[in-house]
């Protein structure tokens, strides 16, 4: 039963902004202001730096590739040493890779004309623009150039699973705003089910046809299921939905939902869809635990991260 004095304990207030504010004070200025969407995203960022500060708490930052192919590629590599492991898609490590190794990305437009765009070899992502050189021929040379140093090492072993592999070419790679990079230098694992699922998979796919290499995706399922179990308390910060959000959580079910969970999402619940779902849907299933500290914000992660971060001071 509803209490009305407890409905009407917090009372809305204007926000006042005052030039060369700071966006930590931005952020505290919007907590009684009723901003809709704004006040999930101030619970967010609180659940995300308690998530943190919490070093009992194993943490997951999930998210899909087409924000890779933006400049937040430099601001989430900053920030993967604040979390535990990684759970991206394969698109991740083309456009890493890609970009790390000189490959430029341009700003467009929404509206280009795709058919005019495909007779001067550039792709659109969005409204990003790429050369098919700085692409796909990218990844093929740099891939083949790190992959074979890979096997011709001393401590070639033959079979990796997908993180493992990861971490070699982490060891390799030398842009600071790589993701791959940071992640091996902070000891990050780096987890990518779909693997396959782009030009790096398709390149694994062509190495091992003329060299003695193999791929055990399965490895990495098990490394997940024990940090499941081996961890009391997990969280997780996931940057849109797809097989990233879902491979968080469903590793989390198995001991009993995530404790903190925040999920950006731009999608529509209507559909039914996984990138719709929000957290409370999760709760149902026991990702998420139904006394979890959670927070779904409705936003592009694009203008929601950058946001998130400078508050945070991860940056």
């Not at 993180?163 to 982490?170: D, T, V």
């Not at 193999?214 to 969280?235: A, M, P, Q, R, Y």
């Not at 097989?243 to 968080?248: A, E, P």
């Amino acid at each position: 039963m509803y209490n009305k004095k407890d409905l009407l304990k917090i009372k809305v207030k204007d926000l006042k902004i005052s030039k060369g504010m700071k966006v930590k004070d931005l952020i505290e200025g919007m907590r009684q202001i009723g901003g809709f969407s704004g006040q999930n995203l101030v619970h967010g960022i609180d659940i995300v730096e308690r998530m943190i500060k919490d070093k009992d708490s194993y943490n997951f930052l999930s998210f899909p590739a087409d924000i890779i192919s933006t400049g937040l590629r430099g601001a989430i590599a900053n920030s993967t040493k604040y979390f535990d492991a990684i759970m991206t898609t394969c698109g991740t490590l083309d456009h890493d890779i890609a970009k790390a190794y000189g490959g430029t990305y341009h700003l467009g437009s929404f509206e280009a004309d795709d058919k005019e765009l495909l007779k001067v070899d550039i792709y659109r992502l969005g409204n990003i623009f790429i050369h098919k050189d700085d692409y796909g021929l990218a990844l093929e040379k740099y891939f083949t150039e790190i992959m074979t140093d890979i096997y011709n090492s001393k401590d070639y072993k033959k079979e990796y699973s997908p993180s493992e592999l990861l971490y070699e070419f982490g060891k390799r790679m030398k842009d600071p705003n790589s993701i791959v990079r940071q992640a091996y230098l902070n000891n990050v694992k780096i987890f990518c089910p779909g693997i396959v699922d782009g030009a790096f998979g398709t390149q694994l796919m062509l190495f091992s046809q003329d060299h003695d290499f193999k791929l055990n995706i399965l490895k990495d399922e098990v490394e997940l299921s024990n940090i499941s179990f081996d961890h009391k308390t997990t969280g997780a910060l996931m940057l849109g939905g797809g097989i990233s959000k879902h491979h968080v959580i469903w590793w989390n079910q198995f001991k009993g939902g995530l404790d903190y969970a925040v999920y950006v999402t731009t999608a529509s619940q209507y559909d039914g869809s996984l990138s719709g779902a929000r957290l409370t849907e999760a709760v149902s299933w026991g990702k998420v635990k139904p006394k979890a500290r959670y927070a779904t914000v409705d936003g592009d992660i694009t203008i929601i991260l950058p946001i998130m971060l400078a508050a945070l001071d991860l940056c």
